[in-house]
Nanobody, 125 residues
Framework: QLQLVESGGGLVQPGGSLRLSCAAS????????IGWFRQAPGKEREGVSC????????LYADSVKGRFTISRDGAKNSVYLQMNSLKPEDTAVYFC??????????????????WGQGTQVTVSS
């Protein structure tokens, strides 16, 4: 059974860092595009970053470019989102998701097939 599990969220002060993990089971994550999305209360789900399955190329939302880095670890069947210089507006539930058909990842939630349960990130002093 295909499953994604996020972890690493928490409470951090503005300017701080967190690293989110997305661990996959039931499939080999390297063969899939993986996206990170977030959803704040009262707002729509927003694409944050994604990594393509074949090229490994990454895509970032303008709001996180230069602060967030997505990476893969095939040995651990996991994808990570390193988040630096966090701002209060980064506060949200963060989700990872997989997509098996596109050769290049996109920050479009509707194309992703399976989602994790999410992890809360709160940036506050």
């Amino acid at each position: 059974q295909l499953q994604l599990v996020e972890s690493g969220g928490g409470l951090v002060q503005p300017g701080g860092s967190l690293r989110l993990s997305c661990a996959a089971s039931g499939f080999t994550l390297d063969y899939y595009a993986i996206g990170w999305f977030r959803q704040a209360p009262g707002k729509e789900r927003e694409g944050v970053s994604c990594v393509s399955s074949r090229s490994g190329s990454a895509l970032y939302a303008d709001s996180v470019k230069g602060r967030f880095t997505i990476s893969r670890d095939g040995a651990k069947n996991s994808v990570y989102l390193q988040m630096n210089s966090l701002k209060p507006e980064d506060t949200a539930v963060y989700f990872c998701a997989e997509e098996s058909t596109a050769s290049t990842c996109l920050l479009v939630a509707t194309i992703y097939d399976d989602w994790g349960q999410g992890t809360q990130v709160t940036v506050s002093s």
